[in-house]
């Protein structure tokens, strides 16, 4: 490992969600937003998940199996996305 990767490379957790959040910012554009504009795009985006964890809560209620499935891959689709690079820098 080269001096210059071990200077990028997140060292403890804290740095690891700035650099996760520097990179959401980065891919959605939202960097050049104003901090309310910044807010208002999230909330929107935090209401469309929760409002998708409930309507599969409601709509898949009867058949358990069924809704552990879908949010296994729904979480695993989340996870992807949280520790998967989007870029490399």
Known sequence: MTS??????PRGMREWLQYKYMQ????SCLYMLDWWERLLFNSIIISIFFATILAMY????DSVPLFFLV??????????II???LHQY
């Not at 210059?4 to 490379?9: G, I, P, V």
């Not at 409601?58 to 209620?61: K, L």
């Not at 949010?71 to 992807?80: A, D, K, R």
């Open 83 to 85: 520790l998967c690079p």
């Open 4 to 9: 210059e990767e071990n200077l990028r490379r």
């Open 71 to 80: 949010m296994f891959l729904f979480g695993f689709t989340i996870f992807l």
């Open 58 to 61: 409601v709509y898949f209620q």
């Open 24 to 27: 959401y910012n980065v891919t």
